[in-house]
């Protein structure tokens, strides 16, 4: 990180597939309102089953993005 | 929860009632401007004292809406 | 808690009423196959909204219950 | 908090019918003895269970007091 | 989650491939024997190393499952 | 661990010697019910306080069994 | 706190001089769209080193805001 | 635990001998001047070194003590 | 530490200038009553926020202080 | 694990492509003067993010190697 | 602690016997390569089951040396 | 960070006057053995008391390095 100030915020996103395809997922959505999203950190990995298979990934991230 | 993606906001809700009280004048203060709450995830429960009494509860709310 | 062993398992109620009635449903549900219940220990509050209002409470708690 | 110096004391209280109403029973004797309180934070919620039931609820609080 | 009352299992499943083939592997595993799992949550990612590559993965995975 | 699927299940026992032996006495009752039993954690020790002496000690464990 | 409800967010400044300093200026640049900032509280000290100095300090801060 | 109010308090005993040892040493000490001590929680387990040797344990604990 | 009994008490200490004022007012305040304190540790950094600036730090220290 | 004495170390990798691939980033580089490694934990997973796509991964892992 | 510059390690070691004995293990086989150990903290406790009976112990250790 | 491999390690450093001061302690003594020192995180705030005066601080920092 360089000498910025950072704003957090936290989004989940899901996937049928995979856990990194849930966090580009939560990434995509939020980088349509928010600008200048820098780094993600991976806060909560959980999911859906559905007859004893993974249905989908839920992954939580905090986003930090540059306010200046 | 479905298969969406969620923002989480962390809101403080006050009640000199209850910790349930608290909880819904934070959801219903944060339904004023936030659409589509779906869920809570209660962080912190605190209060002030005044005399030896409970004066009133502060109780700290992560909340999670649907984005799409 | 006296000398005895003890097995610890975890159960999540609900109510739309409060935290305490949400407690006592998992108990009671878990009282039905489960013997010798001693103590429980609140590890999670959480919750479903539905047009901002709390719609249920989802309490977790650690039941424990003696072996011998 | 306003710019005081504050001593803070752990305590539980119980009561057999609410949280609310055990953290009360736990400032309510620590106020016999202590001046200032505060302001209070739940640090545990635990209980014990009678024949299915809960017997009685006991809720940790930590109690700020002014020292000054 | 819907109003039921959920028990919470703990399980760690493996895989030389990657962490979801690992929970998978939990997942599958246990409902050979536990009926009505609906969601899972990851607690822990740990794995065996062999001549400096990964031999296998293994993620321990809390299973949540309805009782009634 | 080698690579297979395991449980974990949290036991307390209790021994007015030592920690050793509380969590030997955990282990011991566990394995009256569950076979392949093969690793532990300890998660907490705690213990009781008769007349300025330790009654005795009461410890809780993790413990992992394989379920293939 | 008196019986408002909050809102808080989570900001990070920096500074080359000390932990004060980039908690302020977080702080300041937050103020420039959010008002009525009541509180803060620190939840990450880190910063950059560069041959062998603190080349800067960042500082996380979760800052409360009043909502009404 | 019964129905009373509990007060906790923190205190470090050592020993060069066991981890046992300096629990009883903390509590011994403690129940000079407190009564009522009921339960103890080891909080945190630390020593110093000698030559490669331990020289003793340092063993923190929180003691409850019923008010009433 | 040397080979001592130690008692830990908790104290939230306040500076308009910094970190350091704030805990040795902790510690000032503390030592009015209490001898023998030898180390503390910081727990908590929090603080108020008037127009924009921090209005003053509090921070909050466990203090040691051996009890024989 | 057998009944050896280990040491831990913490390295973290990176990937553009998937978790998977910088934790054996880190083991791989490890590796290249630490022998004996035998297992890891992951700690921490982060990453870097470029015009809202997932630029890389980072996973920080805990490393553990045999000492005799 | 006096005012050094400390590092800090991360040693498991493990003994058939006892908490006690394995931490020293840990330190023996520190102290072979490492000189001015001069304080442990216990950060894991955990061990190997064989047939209903602790097989041996594996407790992880912080060991701090002075640098200077 | 950028895209390479990294080591943390673990030093405390003091100084009688600031955070800040223990800190850059702790970096330039590190600095003495290891290159290429990019980052840091704060894992504690500690120190010593004197006569009711803070006699020196003790800050304990997690130091990122390259390794590539």
Not at 28 to 46: C, G, P
Not at 48 to 68: A, R, S
Request: aromatic content about 8%.
């Amino acid at each position: 990180m360089q000498q910025h100030v950072y704003k957090s915020v936290e989004i989940t996103g899901s996937s049928d597939k995979s856990v990194e395809e849930a966090v580009q997922a939560a990434i995509s959505r939020a980088s349509e309102t928010l600008h200048n999203l820098r780094w993600f950190e991976v806060t909560d990995v959980r999911g859906q089953i559905d007859e004893g298979q993974v249905n989908y990934w839920q992954v939580t991230v905090k986003l930090g993005l540059t306010l200046d």
